[in-house]
């Protein structure tokens, strides 16, 4: 009796201890996606992980074709990329791209701009198949740096206008476009600053929404309903938008909401948004006074499952005195991570922003800084951002847009040299609470440049993105802005 007690002892005992390792393997599960890529602040090209490899598809001065016939050399400033699937293909669709420019051009139009052009994988090399398209916009006034977006339930595109000039003299004088006659009616400069539906079919615009309010778009993330759209603010203060409309796929009609966060950040709300013109011309103004939860510069954002991720991207110093005053209220993490004295705020770094769409929670998923273990590794101003599923993991892939030495997020040597190097890392959403640690490193990216535009195709074995403004002194072909296509995964 006493040996068989002794017995079933330890055989509950090497059961708890196979369970325990088993579960200690569960939760720290090794990553194998790929290998991450050493840190390399001189690199001139792209660096990825063995056993990928990239391809250039589409270069800024590539010959574009406008629906008129006329051919022109390709817009620079390689922003979004949307893959749109032919027949739900992973490998034949198109590829739209935004111009994030605000130059004057005669033959394509001022300011911004899109391309979209055919692509096919066959033999497991993505090619261009016939000329690539130009964008017509001229039909909605052309538009301002065309940032991120989003394709719509009912295929039509979303991009956005992240800039707007605040006069029709500053049309001019800054950005040295001479047509400043008035548009529909108003002055030219109102006519910027909103986002414009697109038919990527016809290659034209097809209206500008100005129900989503006019400031500095950054992202659109539509969800499945065909309804709402979440939109991101690139400003100071940075205001997360919703928008419902009332009929599916019909955006000029609805009602926009600005998220405000409870006392104790547990929760919050939408409020609902006055859509008279003069408000939606102000409308940050608004929902300021109104209480809405103010960020510092938030940039793309994305869904996965219930909830929503945001970057946001930070800046050297901000103060939020007047915003204050007229009864906004900046987000708790400000508060708690980035408040130096007042309504002062130093925030160099940047984060990752988790908002629950079940309990309208907003979190920090992931800060921004210095690594505490390898301080040559700073991971600073997210930016771009989208999402796979490999391997049935759900994982954010994250570019960098740092900006030369801010507040120490770049070392001594970097600094030094007055470059810029940017990364993609992918980050295990299954991990509840991520350090700098968790990041994996994808991509060390040309001299220069932002990573920017990234997307998936639906099977999560391509991944497209661009290089945006790299240094004109690297060696080609990553001496200009482009898009490229990596495979491997």
């Known amino acids: 009796m006493h040996n068989t007690r002794n017995l079933s002892f330890l055989i509950l005992l090497v059961a708890f201890m196979l369970f325990g390792i088993s579960s200690c393997q569960t939760k720290h599960q090794s990553f194998d996606i790929f290998k991450p890529v050493a840190i390399n602040y001189n690199n001139r090209t792209v660096l990825i992980p063995e056993g990928f490899k990239y391809k250039v598809l589409f270069s800024e001065g590539d010959t574009v074709v406008m629906n008129s016939g006329t051919h022109a050399p390709a817009k620079g400033s390689h922003d979004m990329v949307i893959y749109i699937p032919i027949d739900s293909s992973s490998e034949h669709g198109y590829i739209y791209v935004n111009h994030e420019e605000h130059k004057p051009n005669a ?38 740096r065309n940032c991120g977006g989003t394709l719509t339930p009912n295929g039509t595109v979303l991009t956005t206008e992240e800039e707007f000039p605040l006069s029709n003299t500053e049309i001019n004088s800054r950005f040295g476009i001479t047509d400043t006659s008035d548009y529909n009616g108003k002055k030219k400069f109102l006519n910027y600053g909103w986002m414009v539906e697109v038919n990527p079919k016809t290659h034209q615009a097809i209206k500008k929404i100005k129900n989503f ?5 950054e992202d659109a993330q539509c969800v499945p309903d065909g309804k709402t759209i979440y939109l991101t603010s690139d400003n100071k203060p940075a205001i997360i938008f919703k928008y419902v409309a009332k009929e599916k796929g019909d955006y000029e009609n609805g009602q926009l909401y600005a998220y405000q966060q409870s006392a104790d950040a547990e929760s919050g709300t939408w409020i609902e948004l006055p859509m008279q013109a003069d408000s939606l011309l102000n409308i940050i103004d608004v929902a300021v006074c109104k209480g809405a939860c103010m960020c510092i510069s938030n940039e793309w954002i994305e869904a996965v499952d219930d909830k929503l991720y945001i970057t946001e991207s930070g800046t050297n110093e901000f103060d939020f005195n007047s915003e204050i005053a007229e009864g906004g209220r900046p987000a708790k993490h400000l508060n708690e991570l980035c408040r130096v004295e007042c309504n002062n705020y130093r925030d160099p770094f940047g984060r990752i922003l988790e908002l629950d769409l ?10 921004g800084g210095v690594s505490k273990k390898d301080s040559m590794f700073c991971f600073s101003s997210p930016d771009a951002m989208t999402s796979v599923t490999l391997h049935g993991k759900n994982y954010l892939v994250i570019s960098e847009d740092t900006h030369g030495n801010k507040n120490g997020s770049a070392s001594a040597a970097v600094s030094a040299k007055g470059e810029t190097y940017n990364e993609v890392y992918f980050l295990d959403l299954s991990i509840q609470n991520p350090t700098l640690e968790d990041l994996k490193r994808f991509m060390s990216a040309p001299e220069g440049c932002e990573t ?14 661009s290089i945006q403004h790299p240094s004109t002194t690297n060696p080609a072909p990553f001496n200009k802005s482009c898009v490229i296509a990596i495979s491997g995964f």
């Open 358 to 367: 079940r309990t309208n929670k907003l979190r920090v998923l992931l800060n």
């Open 452 to 465: 920017t535009g990234n997307m998936f195709t639906p099977d999560g074995k391509t991944y497209f993105l």
């Open 107 to 144: 033959l394509l139009g001022d300011g911004g701009g899109g391309t979209i052009f055919e692509v096919k994988k066959e033999k497991d090399e993505w090619n261009v198949v016939g000329d690539f398209h130009a964008i017509d916009f001229s039909n909605v006034g052309e538009t301002f």
């Open 213 to 217: 309010g006019r400031y500095r778009h």
